[in-house]
């Protein structure tokens, strides 16, 4: 007996609900489309009042910078052809060539050889071939969307953003790798314990994951900076001078990230079944051994998504690197602030945009990639409880 | 798995949090009683300027750090007890504002302010995620299962986007005659300076955060919505339940422990607000506690950092989280209890 009316939602609701999506998403994804819309501009359009100057670049176009009707075309179909390809072929392709076991670094490669292949495309092949194309082309070659440039070469060849990338990489690799090596064998061993020692230890880490960044950073400044003095009873002479240093402050966000580390990855290994380890011991191995040859074959899911988490937080992080770096040499979120803090002219801050854009531009290529890993790890650490 | 092994899979990460996390904090409790400052020396200095009748000649008394061997200014350190938590908390001016009865004067020590605002910050926009939250999880729960997979990906933006650009993000479509703020300016016709007060910036970075994180809640709330028992669903429909009934006495104490859940890590994330005062360069008119802690480790014009301030406030902020977690915490531990009984 099912009342249709109850079942059936009227129409307002399912409309009401409708139109709440569609304004989240505008909310959503209009900040970021706007800022990417912006850099692309000289200043005049970028920061002018009107929304429809600013899309359309008039200035930009008048000075000659833009782009015609089959540049978008082309350029549009390229980007959805791609999206289409990482959301399906990229995940069969990796699941069919990677070794047995090796998941995560097959994941890696493919990855990164999908996306250098992309911008060598991207930017690299399609502009040359594009403008001749605009060149036989006649009216349909003729621009119509002010676009430029300028403003990305700046950032990236006049301002040694590349320094920063860098360093980038350096420290979320470093983070990455050692928060998970050392994560992926606690997570399992909390995992596989119910002593009362794994509930503490658990609640200790809770309590260091609500922890003020600044609060550590405190502790590690003074250290960072004497630590030359320090070591050298240890390392004598060649003992280092910490402060300054991109590697040292992997130490520094592994830390900060390892209690969120072993929380995830220990509600991953209880979604698997102890059977199977079990049955491992039963055939004589040892626990690190059943660890190694049947967990992790296993776990590369868990292990790919708490990656993700780290190398964000790696990635994103502004306090630690900005105070345990020297301003010269630090990682893209910290090296941008200071670009906008010394914004002189509009010029300045159209470049600081398009500094902005090249760093959250990895991300997004990122959430398309691993949205299904990114949403289980989500829930995964809530719905255990 | 025993003792053993347990500690030895373990040991690693054990060893790690306490090297690289508790040693620091012990040694930021250290600092907090300490202050480390040049070693001053008094000189007689005379500075003789030449002019035409002969020289001028001047005595001066001067204070001058002492410069060592090896080109350094030698400093030491000095145990002063809680005068580096008196000079943070500064109690006389608060008391003397409490006794004008002056608010203002009251928010013009720099502690009490990043206070009063990390603690309303924290407290206003936790509801406002849930809320947020809650409703986006509940629409794409309701829409077709095609859009689903896009609004998602959607929601997912603002949520991992590093917080000091999605700061900065909403301040350059504020600033100056920023594209919104030329539309408010147009519907409400009058002219708005969004960075000129403390209150506009401050529902700015409200605004800013909901925005980063309701995603986060909404995709929780989202995967507990996919477990609902169908059969309750269904019984309280036969039961003549009406549509608000259903989500307020089926779904919702379905979905409470994910609610605490959210809340208690939007508590941890909020209470450290610090990049959107960075994104929104809004020192001048508002600081937060994280951000109280950075400015004073960040070196003056002279170089010098006050670490033992910077270790007071770190001390003060942790206590400040602390109790704001232990209701949620003994929640866990007394579900821990009865799980085990």
Redesign the interface.
Known sequence: MKDKNLIQQPIALRLSSYFFLIFWCIVAAFPIFWISVMSVKLPLDAFNSNPLNVIFGMETLSKGKGLSLIDITVGLSIILFTAKLTTGWLGRMVNKYSPNGYLGFGWIIGAMAFGLSFIIIFFGIMPSVLSLFNDISGPLGNNILGFSTEHYSTVWFEMDFIKNFQNSIMVTTGVVTISLTFGTLAGYGLARSGSNLAFWILIIALIFRALPHSVLVTGYLPFFINSAEILRPIFGESAPTLYGMPWATVAVLVAINQPFTIWMLRSFFQSIPSELDEAARVDGCSHFQAFRRVIMPVMWPGVITTGLFSFLLAYNDFLVTSMLLEAQNTTMVPAIASMFNMETTTTDQVVAVAAAVSIIAPLFFLVMFFQRQIVSGLTAGAVKG | ?N?K??L???G???L??VL??A???A??LK?SFYV?QPVYQTLEVETCSPTFTGQVCLKEIKTIPIIGDNGKVITQTNFVGFVNYQNVIEFPRAIAAFANKSWSQFMAIDFWKALRFTLSFTLITLPLVLLFGL??A???N??AKS?R?P????????M???????A???R??FI????LT?FLEWWLVRDIAMFAQAWTIELMMMMYRV?HVA??AA??FY??LQ?VNQDTV?SA??DGAS?WQKLRYVILPHLM??IV??TLIH??DS??V??EV?GF?SQAHVIS??WL??DF??SDLMGN?S?GR??AS??L??IG??LL?IPV?RG??LD?KGKRL
């Open positions: 798995m003792q092994t347990f030895a899979f373990i690693p990460s054990v790690m949090m690289f996390i040693l620091p904090l040694t930021v600092q480390t409703l986006i509940l629409c794409i309701n829409a859009i997979g609004v998602i990906f959607i929601s997912l933006l603002p991992i986007i590093t917080p000091v650009i999605g900065l993000s909403i350059w479509l100056g005659d920023g594209i030329s925005w995603p986060f995709i929780v995967a507990g477990t269904e429909i036969i549509r422990p994910l859940f959210v508590l941890m209470y450290r610090f990049e960075v360069s506690l994280q802690t950075y480790l960040t950092r670490i910077a270790s770190s001390m902020t942790m989280i602390v977690l915490l866990v531990w821990y």
